[in-house]
């Protein structure tokens, strides 16, 4: 009998943490597709170098939002 008590409040810890890694994820891939779509469309308009440059700018600013969230720069 104590298990079916124990079992509802285990679940919706579980679901807390699916729920919350799902949201980190959704924000990385929004992220990415952000920066794909940025890099897209520099190439397209100024062409090769611009697109490199958009795509370089663009992992640079994700792994400073990625280091941030993190904790790092924090002393």
Request: charged residues 15%; glycine residues 12%.
């Amino acid at each position: 009998m104590d298990e079916k008590k124990n079992f509802w409040p285990v679940l919706a810890q579980v679901i807390r943490a699916a729920v919350g890694y799902l949201g980190l994820y959704l924000d990385d891939l929004l992220l990415i597709a952000a920066g794909v779509c940025l890099t897209a469309a520099a190439y397209e308009q100024y062409g090769k170098p611009a697109g490199f440059a958009a795509a370089g700018v663009c992992l640079a600013a994700y792994a400073f939002i990625i280091a941030r969230s993190r904790g790092g720069g924090k002393s």
